[in-house]
């Protein structure tokens, strides 16, 4: 079992940064592929960006690729999401995710990950 706290949602003007952290307890964080995801009012949740249990494989949705990174510190459990040169369409619940894995690789489904955190609100002003 793995529990999932995200923290650093908010509210942002356009064109700002915001840096979202996921912090993870229970079994072996470092076995766990990570993403985080995100859902609008109205929309089914997608996903934005995820990283292999080693940080060393990342995949990104195009609408952020080139925006946000992700990043993990297996020494803190936690895992990042920096978001820059954020947009109104960035606004929704963004939720992290971890997924159980024997190979080093990055998954982009919701049905591939087996744990979810509660979310946290991002909203951006234009």
């Known amino acids: 079992q793995v529990q999932l706290v995200e923290s650093g949602g908010g509210l942002v003007q356009a064109g700002g940064s915001l840096r979202l952290s996921c912090a993870a307890s229970g079994r072996t964080f470092s076995s766990y592929i990570m993403g985080w995801f995100r859902q609008a009012p109205g929309k089914e949740r997608e996903f934005v960006a995820a990283?292999?249990?080693?940080?060393?494989?990342?995949y990104y949705a195009d609408s952020v690729k080139g925006r946000f990174t992700i990043s993990r510190d297996n020494t803190k459990n936690t895992v990042y999401l920096q978001m820059n040169q954020l947009k109104p369409d960035d606004t929704a619940v963004y939720y992290c995710a971890a997924g159980e894995t024997a190979w080093d690789i990055v998954k982009i489904a919701t049905y591939q990950y087996d744990y979810w955190g509660q979310g946290t609100q991002v909203t951006v002003s234009s």
């Open positions: 990283i292999s249990w080693s940080g060393t494989r990342t």
